[in-house]
């Protein structure tokens, strides 16, 4: 099973990039949040990697800490969420942000996450309570931890606006969410912007 790659980034798009190692071109599912830290095409990269292999097909789902691809794989024991859906749950929530969700039974935090219906929802919270009480908090940023953060700056605005591009949305569209993003009054870093700017996307 491959547990970790370190390569060549050759492309991102949302949710999905690409990595060369030794010649040979890795296509790895990560979360927005982990697309977004990766950089740029030819920028050097390493992931932790979980590897799914089904009868048909072996999938990579990268992720920059341990911690993520320990709740990444929470996620995908609960009854109704595959190895995509729970890579999107991360895009629109920071990992430790859904664990206190969980924790708290706050239906209402989990249904904001694009693709998580309330029955989905209650899913999570009756499968996983038990097993994230314990659950340490992790580093990465966009977690609870930083959410003591300033009001963005108009360089974070403009900077989150990019990423997004970058990942293959209009610009047009970008800067509309992410300006809506920004004048609900949360207190937002960069990443956490592009986060609620693609929770905005996704409903359209």
């Given at each position: 099973m491959?547990?970790?790659?370190?390569?060549?980034?050759?492309?991102?798009s949302?949710?999905?990039?690409?990595?060369?190692?030794?010649?040979?071109?890795?296509?790895?599912?990560?979360?927005?949040?982990?697309?977004?830290e990766?950089?740029?095409?030819?920028?050097?990269?390493?992931?932790k990697?979980h590897?799914?292999?089904?009868e048909d097909?072996?999938?990579?789902y990268?992720?920059?800490?341990?911690?993520?691809?320990?709740i990444?794989?929470?996620?995908?024991t609960v009854?109704?969420?595959?190895?995509k859906?729970?890579?999107?749950?991360?895009?629109?929530?920071?990992?430790?942000?859904m664990?206190?969700?969980?924790?708290?039974?706050?239906?209402?935090?989990?249904?904001?996450?694009p693709?998580?219906?309330?029955k989905t929802?209650e899913?999570?919270?009756v499968?996983l309570?038990d097993?994230?009480?314990?659950f340490?908090a992790?580093?990465?940023?966009?977690?609870?931890?930083?959410?003591?953060e300033?009001r963005?700056?108009?360089?974070?605005?403009?900077?989150?606006?990019?990423?997004l591009?970058?990942?293959?949305?209009?610009?047009?569209?970008?800067?509309?969410?992410v300006?809506?993003?920004?004048?609900?009054g949360i207190?937002?870093?960069v990443?956490?912007?592009?986060?609620?700017?693609?929770?905005?996307?996704?409903?359209?």
């Amino acid at each position: 099973m491959i547990a970790f790659l370190r390569g060549k980034l050759l492309e991102k798009s949302v949710n999905t990039v690409v990595i060369d190692v030794g010649g040979v071109g890795y296509e790895v599912h990560v979360p927005l949040t982990t697309c977004y830290e990766l950089g740029e095409p030819g920028d050097e990269v390493a992931l932790k990697i979980h590897t799914i292999v089904r009868e048909d097909d072996i999938s990579l789902y990268g992720f920059m800490t341990s911690h993520e691809r320990e709740i990444f794989n929470l996620l995908i024991t609960v009854s109704g969420i595959g190895p995509k859906s729970a890579i999107s749950a991360l895009s629109g929530m920071g990992a430790d942000e859904m664990i206190a969700a969980i924790r708290d039974n706050n239906l209402a935090k989990l249904t904001s996450i694009p693709g998580v219906g309330k029955k989905t929802a209650e899913r999570l919270v009756v499968e996983l309570k038990d097993k994230v009480k314990t659950f340490g908090a992790g580093t990465a940023k966009g977690s609870v931890a930083d959410d003591d953060e300033s009001r963005p700056s108009s360089g974070a605005i403009d900077d989150a606006t990019s990423a997004l591009v970058n990942l293959g949305y209009q610009r047009q569209s970008a800067d509309k969410a992410v300006n809506k993003a920004a004048q609900e009054g949360i207190e937002l870093d960069v990443q956490k912007l592009v986060r609620r700017a693609l929770q905005l996307l996704a409903k359209g």
